[in-house]
């Protein structure tokens, strides 16, 4: 018996490529569902916004699994910092790490700021990232991050030989970057769980990174963001 993926398309009403123009748009402009359902109505489509949000949580996780492994190197000096944002009325942290070029390492959504958030944090940056060969490490002056990087040195996870710093003004671009993205999530007024928005945050990531260049080599030829991406899911038109 043939399994239903979720994520496929093959059982929507709408086509494919429609579906990931949703997903794609709303991530990558930041605006509302409402706005977003509007503005496709002009051009003569009509898809409620609870569609497009359900249609966002199923897939901008997805298109960030498959453009993963397309991820150009990054160089070998992170800076790591978390910024605040709001679910269901509390604030939570998204810890998140850039090279000093300014790619989209990895980032991770905590309920609490504190040493094991900034330890899972640091194992999925070296667990996802293995073929990167980390140097140095700045972040601010929370020690949360300095308990996790002494364990993990002690652990042998993380070499010896890495240098980390606490600089501030070195962070100014992790802050810089924060901004762009909380302006993204800013429509959103704030999710009602983690699970919401931890999927809506890759597809704002994602799509960030895409913006940035991180997979400016893929771009050959007449190769755009659409000729790119739809294939990965098996949209060859």
């Known amino acids: 018996m043939t399994v239903k993926n979720p994520c496929d398309f093959k059982w929507r009403h709408f086509q494919g490529e429609l579906i990931l123009q949703y997903v794609r748009w709303y991530c ?20 409620d ?13 997805e298109l960030k699994k498959r453009l993963d492994w397309y991820k150009k190197r990054y160089s070998n000096r992170w800076h790591l910092d978390e910024t605040y944002i709001k679910i269901k009325g509390e604030w939570k942290y998204l810890y998140r790490a ?3 070029n300014g790619n989209t390492v990895d980032f991770y959504l905590s309920s609490r700021r ?4 900034a330890k899972r944090f640091l194992n999925k940056l070296i667990k996802n990232n293995p073929t990167c060969d980390m140097t140095t490490i700045n972040t601010d002056k929370n020690p949360a991050y300095n308990q996790a990087i002494r364990e993990f040195k002690q652990e042998g996870i993380l070499s010896q030989q890495v240098e980390y710093l606490q600089i501030k003004y070195r962070n100014n671009r992790l802050e810089a970057d924060h901004g762009k993205l909380k302006r993204l999530i800013n429509p959103v007024r704030g999710f009602q769980s983690m699970k919401t928005a931890y999927a809506t945050i890759k597809g704002f990531e994602v799509m960030r990174m895409l913006k ?3 997979f400016a080599i893929w771009m050959y030829g007449q190769r755009n963001e659409i000729s790119f991406i739809n294939p990965l899911f098996h949209i060859y038109k």
Do not use: F
Not at 49 to 61: D, I, K, S
Not at 114 to 117: D, E, V
């Open 28 to 47: 990558k402009y930041g605006i509302s569902y409402r706005d977003l359902a509007e503005m496709m109505a002009e051009r003569g489509l009509s898809v």
């Open 49 to 61: 916004h609870t569609t497009v949000y359900r249609w966002v949580q199923c897939h901008a996780p």
């Open 98 to 100: 850039i090279d000093e």
């Open 114 to 117: 504190n040493a094991k958030a």
């Open 212 to 214: 940035k260049g991180q």
